[in-house]
């Protein structure tokens, strides 16, 4: 029955897991990764030490770059503090990891790590964010595919068929997050409800596996 189930959830999430966020992964691995694997059930891989989107080599017990430096766009694209590079003692950190569905890579150093566990916390919650968006967005486009084939029209069932299952779920979630943090007045990204959410979910994680140290 556990399998039962855990198919209907990957089942949900396949059109975007296979056009959008498996192959995001591949490309970000093949160009720029190491140590591609099925892990926790999400496909990951890490981000070389050095590498374009890092933008020089990182120390791994901090993250931080080991030394500021000038950047120029898109090298160094990865780095959420990157207007600090070339700043005198900058210290430019990459983003700790990304998720696109069932697809993750993380930055240098980061990915299974029990010092920095949080940040698998963190992506695996967007994980779970993204599949309750796709199940949404599955039903939804399967709903329209049979309305539109009981009036005759395939072509514009399977369009949106394919559109919505594909696009709709992680795209309504995230924008709409954006936009809520937006108009509440918060930052665009980092004040988005699925973000508090993840951060909340890794900081909770952190907190009890303190006390029980």
Request: aromatic share 16%; proline share 4%.
């Amino acid at each position: 029955m556990e399998y039962f189930k855990k198919f209907w959830v990957y089942y949900a999430s396949a059109a975007f897991d296979l056009f959008i966020g498996f192959p995001a992964i591949l490309i970000v691995w093949a160009l720029w990764g190491e140590g591609l694997r099925w892990r926790r059930g999400v496909l990951s891989c890490e981000l070389k030490e050095g590498s374009w989107p890092v933008g020089g080599p990182v120390d791994l017990s901090t993250g931080f770059l080991t030394k500021g430096f000038p950047m120029w766009y898109p090298k160094g694209w990865y780095l959420h503090n990157r207007r600090a590079a070339g700043a005198q003692n900058a210290k430019p950190k990459p983003w700790g990891a990304t998720t696109l569905g069932h697809g993750q890579f993380y930055a240098p150093g980061r990915r299974g790590k029990d010092w920095v566990a949080a940040i698998d916390v963190h992506e695996d919650h967007h994980t779970l964010q993204s599949e309750a968006a796709q199940i949404g967005a599955c039903f939804l486009a399967h709903l329209i595919l049979i309305i539109e084939m009981i009036q005759g029209d395939w072509i514009t069932g399977l369009v949106l068929f394919a559109l919505i299952w594909t696009l709709a779920g992680n795209l309504f979630m995230a924008a709409g997050g954006w936009l809520v943090a937006y108009l509440r007045g918060g930052r665009f990204y980092r004040d988005s409800p699925h973000e508090i959410g993840a951060y909340a979910v890794g900081r909770l994680y952190t907190r009890e596996k303190r006390q029980l140290q």
